[in-house]
């Protein structure tokens, strides 16, 4: 079958860095979307990998490993709007985004 | 670019009364277009994919007579919720694709969150 695994939820501080991992398994795998979503509204694009390695992107970065079928989110200098759930998807043979329940991101001040 | 709009965003209606939601790629053509619905506190759950001018693929346990979705051409879906219960009030949200295979992200619209009363 096809399952995501991310922690339910995490709290980290204003400043901090926080790493979000997620373990998938797909049937076939055409790259891995991480989106963020606040409560109540829809999800927004964050990154995207598909080959091996580190993409970074301004205070986030998110990290692949095929072979391991692990995938990382990092966010750097939290800010109190960092606040939402992230949601990694990876993408099936049938270019399908699999999601998973996210993982809900508490920054406290 | 790569903007998906959502009519209406929010809809209050009675039981048994019908729902009628648009989405809309305002600046690129969609593929295909998905739907999702999405209860407080939980993950989406994909209801189906539609393509333009194909029936739309339901996924288990979503009644396709119940929701009917119409992808009417590349940049128009509408997901209509017939005889609306209480049980229907959830968040839903659409997104659409730009392409087949490939690079292939989703954009979402705003979501419209229906309250049946």
């Known amino acids: 079958g096809q399952n995501i695994d991310q922690p339910t939820e995490m709290t980290a501080t204003e400043g901090a860095i926080v790493q979000i991992n997620c373990t998938y398994q797909t049937s076939g795998f055409n790259g891995l979307f991480w989106y963020q979503q606040h409560a109540g509204e829809a999800p927004t694009f964050l990154s995207y990998n598909v080959l091996d390695g580190l993409e970074e992107k301004g205070r986030f970065s998110s990290f692949l490993s095929r072979s391991k079928g692990y995938s990382y989110l990092l966010l750097k200098e939290l800010q109190m709007k960092d606040s939402a759930s992230y949601l990694c998807a990876p993408s099936d043979s049938n270019y399908q985004l699999i999601w998973g329940a996210g993982t809900k991101l508490i920054i406290k001040p | 670019g790569a903007v998906v709009s959502q009519h209406p965003s929010r809809v209050i209606c009675k039981s048994g009364t019908s729902v009628k939601i648009e989405c809309r790629s305002l600046d690129f053509q969609a593929t295909t277009m998905f739907w999702y619905r999405q209860f407080p506190k939980q993950s989406l759950m994909l209801m189906a994919t539609?393509?333009?001018?194909?029936?739309?693929?339901?996924e288990q346990g979503v009644e396709k007579d119940k929701f009917l979705i119409n992808h009417a051409s590349l940049t128009l879906s509408t997901l209509t919720v017939t005889s609306a219960h209480p049980e229907d009030s959830s968040f839903y949200i659409c997104s659409a694709q730009p392409e087949v295979g490939g690079y292939n992200e989703q954009f979402f619209g705003p979501g419209t969150r229906l309250t049946v009363l």
């Open positions: 539609s393509n333009e001018g194909s029936k739309a693929t339901y």
